[in-house]
């Protein structure tokens, strides 16, 4: 029944992503007061391209880093809705595929 564990594992990220972004703009109970905040967004592109044996193999550019970083911070609704929909679609893949698992058991049995 592997694929039921691995409904559970996706229905648990998508679960903690969730949980996480609504911590946005939740009232604080502390003395710092406010509410929660987006805090910082890290993108790291890294390419991989090997020119020879024993080059280097993978780079990347800090200056590209914080420029993709700065449109994930300008598109974050956009990019927020988008990134929690393939969450919630890998729930329901897992989802079919664990009740497929469990449909070709029992008609096995």
């Known amino acids: 029944m592997h694929a039921l ?4 594992d996706a229905k648990k990220r998508l679960a903690e992503a ?8 939740k009232v604080q109970s502390t003395t710092a007061q406010g509410v929660g905040t987006l805090h910082g967004v890290e993108v790291k592109a890294t390419v991989h391209y090997q020119p020879t044996d024993g080059a280097k193999n993978y780079h990347e550019s800090n200056a590209l880093n914080a420029a993709l970083g700065s449109i994930v911070r300008k598109h974050w ?4 809705s988008q ?5 919630e679609q890998q729930v329901e893949d897992k989802r079919a595929a664990a009740a497929a698992e469990y449909k070709a058991e029992f008609e096995a049995a």
Do not use: F, K, T
């Open 5 to 8: 564990s691995q409904y559970q």
């Open 18 to 25: 969730r949980g996480v972004i609504n911590l946005i703009g």
């Open 77 to 80: 609704d956009s990019l927020l």
């Open 83 to 87: 990134a929690l929909g393939i969450l």
